[in-house]
């Protein structure tokens, strides 16, 4: 299994920042994954949009592997192109095991695999939720500016939900990382 990282336009920086907290989660046995096949996209500005240029930089970085499942993770801006990407990789014959969209306001999302909303907070939730979005979805409560949610996302407390049943605040609340390793350790079983 494969994860990508699809980061949005803003200082590279950031991403760094974000994958070095995936890293560690990985390194701390949280799940066992080789950090080899943590693919981070290095598209900057409009190339972030290009599900075409994400495409390539699949098949180069996979050297056309399709049989292995990847799981995207994507940021902003850069959701637009991953979406694109999930489907054109599923349409070549690869499988498309997760899609996590963090703070992708605006971008619709459908597909036939499962995909997750991580919100800087409850308006950006509820409004993105109006455009598509599948089961366990998280947002910060209390909210955060945009760039939290991927700098630190271990910082970021707020709460998990499941809109396949409700849209309303649940009683458990847990950080940003804690949510999305609770994903990634449940498509690892699975």
Not at 84 to 104: M, N, P, T, Y
Request: with cysteine.
């Amino acid at each position: 299994m494969s994860i990508i990282i699809c980061p949005g336009i803003h200082e590279p920086d950031l991403t760094e920042s974000f994958k070095v907290e995936l890293l560690d989660m990985i390194s701390n046995g949280a799940i066992a994954h080789n950090p080899a096949n943590i693919l981070v996209y290095p598209g900057k500005d409009v190339l972030v949009l290009s599900a075409l240029h994400i495409l390539q930089f699949l098949g180069d970085r996979l050297t056309n592997s399709l049989e292995s499942p990847i799981i995207f993770i994507s940021f902003s801006a850069g959701v637009v192109g991953a979406i694109g990407a999930a489907h054109l990789w599923q349409l070549l014959g690869g499988r498309v095991k997760a899609f996590i969209a963090i703070d992708g306001w605006g971008v619709p999302l459908q597909g036939n695999f499962p995909i997750h909303r991580m919100s800087h907070d409850y308006f950006t939730h509820w409004s993105s939720c109006l455009l598509g979005s599948g089961q366990n979805n998280f947002y910060a409560e209390p909210a955060v500016d945009h760039l939290s949610i991927w700098k630190s996302p271990q910082t970021v407390q707020g709460c998990w939900v499941d809109s396949s049943i409700e849209i309303i605040p649940p009683k458990g609340r847990l950080t940003a990382t804690e949510f999305l390793l609770m994903l990634l350790k449940h498509y690892e079983a699975n």
